[in-house]
């Protein structure tokens, strides 16, 4: 039937530019990092903040090193689930982990909706009543899910143009803080107890969380011009323009608020950092930039991670049911996306909803340098020292971030370890059940197994 024809996933090649990738890449990254996670970060560090951004982008550069190399060698629309499915083939480590990926994305949707949600009320008073917040959250999520139906090159076009307003905007914002603020000396000295090396690593944790979105970049590689370079590109690109821009504005915010305000205006410290610099106007002016970035990063984390699990539900490691929906794989990914992000953004918090997406993310992360180092490494001609130095490194930032947790909200831990436990169970049993309906030419990666 033609109808059954129409289920097939088509990408187009060449249809995204290497601008408009990278635009997609800082639209997730720029959402998610400075707008809500500053002010978390104080929470966890205290007056080391600005220094745990920079401690994130050292270990960022080192991860990023894996992605690039993959990427270059075999660009996907899968992005990281194609990685892991090189490295493991079809085995529970690519499905679980894979799977791990595709949740942290989702969750960093709901992050930045319920992020907009928090910057719009300023220009309210604020939301006391704590409706607003969600429920701004969940109509985002559902103007990008309309803006995600359409083409390449809607999708591209509206990205670019919130992606250069909001960098601009940030730009303008880190500046004018920093030229404005009384002193950009920060009083290091006065961390206490948050200062320890255990706090520092989870602050840096979050900060990963903040560059995370790189990986989104991963899932254009059939799509982007000249992918086999412009990927890396894109990558590099993103990751250097975040490093400039969560620097400068990190200062700004520690130079013009006290650390206890901070930590009080956590969920929308960019605005409060505004108001002493640059009066009411600034606020209006920050929250704009920040409706624009936490759109944008919506808009860009459902275009990317519907293609990944599309992917993945097109190499049997993952379950799916049409529910009578018209259209292809990956538009019926993109509902079952979006409707996900709803549920957590209609009921989580931004401190939780952080925690479980660094926790996955940094779990996935050190499978893709494991599957290089151990699996991968000849045939994308990696140098085995710098996979292996990003594993060490995610594990020390992890190791700090789950023993700040456990000591102040050891809930959430309990949710992400049973969350994955239940991936694990869940899909060792479907990948039993389903082996008998995968195609032949599935199996081809798992020789790097022997």
Not at 1 to 17: C, N, P, W
Not at 284 to 301: D, E, H
Not at 400 to 418: R, T
């Amino acid at each position: 039937m033609s109808g059954e024809q129409d289920r097939t996933t088509r990408y187009r090649e060449g249809s995204l530019t290497l601008p408009g990738t990278v635009m997609l890449g800082t639209g997730v990254m720029i959402g998610a990092g400075i707008f809500a996670l500053t002010g978390q970060m104080a929470q966890m560090t205290g007056a080391l903040f600005p220094l745990a951004f920079v401690a994130a982008a050292v270990i960022v550069s080192f991860s990023a090193y894996s992605y690039i190399k993959i990427s270059d060698a075999y660009p996907s629309a899968g992005g990281i689930g194609m990685y892991l499915h090189k490295a493991y083939g079809n085995r529970l480590p690519t499905a679980f982990n894979a799977l791990l990926m595709y949740f942290s994305m989702v969750i960093a949707q709901s992050f930045l909706a319920r992020t907009f949600g928090a910057y719009t009320m300023q220009l309210f008073g604020g939301d006391e009543s704590g409706r607003m917040v969600p429920i701004l959250g969940v109509s985002l999520i559902l103007l990008a899910f309309i803006i995600n139906l359409l083409s390449n090159r809607m999708i591209q076009g509206v990205a670019s143009v919130l992606g250069i307003l909001k960098i601009g905007g940030i730009l303008i914002f880190g500046l004018v803080g920093v030229w404005l603020a009384d002193s950009l000396s920060i009083d290091f000295s006065e961390t206490g107890e948050t200062g320890s090396v255990g706090n520092f690593l989870g602050a840096t944790a979050l900060g990963i969380l903040a560059f995370k979105g790189f990986t989104t970049i991963t899932n254009s590689g059939s799509e982007i011009k000249d992918p086999h370079r412009n990927v890396g590109r894109a990558i590099v690109i993103s990751i250097a323009a975040c490093v400039v821009i969560y620097t400068l504005v990190g200062f700004a915010v520690a130079s013009n608020l006290s650390l206890p305000e901070i930590i009080e205006t956590r969920n929308y410290s960019l605005a409060a950092a505004a108001r002493p610099a640059l009066g009411d106007y600034g606020v209006w002016f920050t929250v704009g930039i920040a409706m624009m970035a936490t759109a944008g990063g919506i808009l860009a984390s459902i275009f990317a991670v519907s293609r990944m699990l599309a992917m993945l539900t097109e190499m049997k490691l993952v379950p799916h049911r049409h529910f009578r929906m018209p259209g292809s794989i990956q538009k019926h990914t993109l509902v079952y996306t979006v409707v996900l992000g709803l549920a957590l953004t209609a009921f989580f918090d931004l401190s939780r909803i952080a925690a479980l997406g660094i926790v996955f993310y940094l779990i996935m992360d050190i499978a893709i340098h494991w599957g290089v180092l151990r699996y991968l490494r000849e045939d994308v001609k990696a140098k085995a020292w710098v996979p292996a130095t990003a594993i060490l490194l995610d594990l020390l930032a992890l190791g700090g971030f789950v023993w700040v947790k456990l000591n102040s909200d050891p809930f959430v831990i309990g949710v992400a370890i049973v969350t994955m436990l239940v991936i694990a169970v869940a899909e060792q049993v479907f990948l039993k059940t389903s082996v008998a309906l995968r195609e032949p030419d599935v199996e081809k990666p798992e020789a790097h197994h022997h």
